[in-house]
């Protein structure tokens, strides 16, 4: 994003996991050695926890399965590993295996959301709030970063409209914000002004509502992992990765359109919309192509993600050049 030129840009997707591997794999290591010397680290046997990243086994109860998925024989999944060692968060730091390594430290329960601004149900929600009432639900979506890289993920979520309906939203609400959280007690990456914090994140209503749109609290039926950004994010499948906000404290109903936090840092890199868009060009690199993780050669970028069928009547008459 903002703070990575295109060189840097340009080796990370070429040496990209060999090498972000290469160096958790060393930091695991040096972690193990550590260990076999000090025995054990807060009661957990750091040799076998240095092993291979796996799932933590908070398994979610009566998940079902979405029909709104990509189809597996088309879009492989990507591993557990994949998904959650190669992150951006940069709240944990900018480095793709910072997360993984940094946010353990991060508390997500309690948790509070606050909703405010044009709805009728203003208030403070808890997590457990929000999730009452709700089926959860396993979709397997694409998620595609603006940096040119792709996963095919399956998160468990809920339909954002669902929340939407329950707070009620005046005839004046036209947009949705979403803050995410800003602790630099938790988050070391906050204490550097690469971003003016706390992360914001907006879409029209109507981008909100449709049924695309969800809310995560899961990975792989089980609870979403902190470096992806629990214990409840946003999913926008046809809009490049920054605008699936992480860590979510904070929904404001609001007229007008709000600044997002790219947006604000570099308004000619990054616009309101960020639909994934193979014509429009990032003014540093092209985006008509993307790498799936996992895979060696790169992709022809779909438009809208290949979400187009479900979500291209949401801008019928726009020019998406302009409206980027
Ligand atoms: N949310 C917060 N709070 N902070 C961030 O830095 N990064 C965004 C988005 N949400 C980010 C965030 C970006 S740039 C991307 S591509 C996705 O999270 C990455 O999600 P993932 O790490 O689960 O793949």
């Not at 998904?83 to 509070?112: C, H, M, Q």
Request: glycine letters at 8%; a positive charge.
């Amino acid at each position: 994003m903002l703070i990575k030129r295109a060189s840097d840009l340009r080796s990370s997707e070429i040496t990209d996991k060999k090498v972000y591997l290469g160096r958790r794999e060393f930091i695991k290591a040096a972690a193990g050695a550590a260990a076999a010397g000090a025995g054990v680290l807060a009661g957990t046997d750091v040799l076998s926890a240095a092993g291979k990243p796996a799932p933590h086994g908070q398994k979610l109860e009566n998940v079902q399965k979405s029909p709104l998925s990509v189809d597996p024989a088309k879009d492989k999944l990507n591993s557990w590993e994949d998904i959650t060692t190669y992150n951006n968060y940069y709240e944990f730091g900018v480095d793709k295996d910072s997360p993984s390594l940094t946010a353990g430290r991060l508390k997500t329960s309690p948790w509070t959301v606050a909703v405010d601004g044009e709805c009728a149900k203003k208030g403070n929600y808890s997590l457990e709030d929000i999730l009452k009432g709700e089926t959860l639900e396993e979709r397997v979506y694409r998620l595609r970063c603006v940096e040119r890289w792709s996963m095919v993920i399956p998160w468990v979520g809920f339909p954002l409209a669902n929340l939407i309906k329950r707070m009620e939203p005046t005839s004046k609400a036209q947009f949705i914000e979403f803050q995410t959280l800003n602790d630099p007690s938790q988050m070391p990456g906050v204490q550097s002004p690469v971003l003016n914090w706390p992360y914001r994140e907006g879409l029209r209503l109507d981008e909100a509502m449709h049924p695309l749109t969800i809310l995560v609290v899961g990975l792989y039926g089980e609870v979403l992992p902190k470096q992806d950004g629990a214990p409840i994010r946003l999913i926008v499948p046809w809009k490049y990765g920054f605008k699936s906000a992480k860590s979510i404290v904070r929904i404001r109903f609001l007229e007008k359109q709000p600044l997002n936090t790219w947006q604000e840092s570099a308004p000619s890199e990054y616009g309101f919309y960020s639909n994934v868009n193979p014509e429009r060009d990032h003014p540093r690199w092209s985006q008509a192509s993307e790498r799936r993780i996992g895979e060696f050669f790169m992709r022809r970028t779909l438009m809208f993600n290949g979400y187009g069928d479900q979500v291209a009547s949401l801008y019928s008459g726009m020019d998406l050049k302009k409206h980027y």
